[in-house]
Nanobody, 126 residues
Framework: QVKLVESGGGLVQAGDSLRLSCAAS????????MGWFRQAPGKEREFVAA????????AYADSVKVRFTISVDNAKNTVYLQMNSLKPEDTAVYYC???????????????????WGQGTQVTVSS
């Protein structure tokens, strides 16, 4: 049974930092590409960041590039999203997702991910 559990969200002020974590119960964690997505009220779910199963490739949405960093700790079966210089427009529910095992391409499309967490709320006040 696959389970992804996000944590680390909260209410912060503009300019602050947060680190989101996603703990995975997913068998051999290291073979899965992982992604972070977010969804604001009234908007579609959008890509934030992704990392290949080897950890050698990453991708970021233009809106978060430089400010956000995705990383994995295979020993802890956990993927992280370090978010710096947060802006009010970063306010959303953040979801982690796991793609098909050993997928070489770092995919930005939500439909390419097979497993999803329940989400964690991030609210950035101005």
């Amino acid at each position: 049974q696959v389970k992804l559990v996000e944590s680390g969200g909260g209410l912060v002020q503009a300019g602050d930092s947060l680190r989101l974590s996603c703990a995975a119960s997913i068998g051999t964690f290291s073979i899965y590409p992982m992604g972070w997505f977010r969804q604001a009220p009234g908007k579609e779910r959008e890509f934030v960041a992704a990392i290949s199963w080897s950890g050698g490739s990453t991708a970021y949405a233009d809106s978060v590039k430089v400010r956000f960093t995705i990383s994995v700790d295979n020993a802890k079966n956990t993927v992280y999203l370090q978010m710096n210089s947060l802006k009010p427009e970063d306010t959303a529910v953040y979801y982690c997702a796991a793609g098909a095992p050993r997928t070489a391409v770092v995919d930005r499309r939500p439909g390419s991910y097979d497993y999803w967490g329940q989400g964690t709320q991030v609210t950035v006040s101005s």
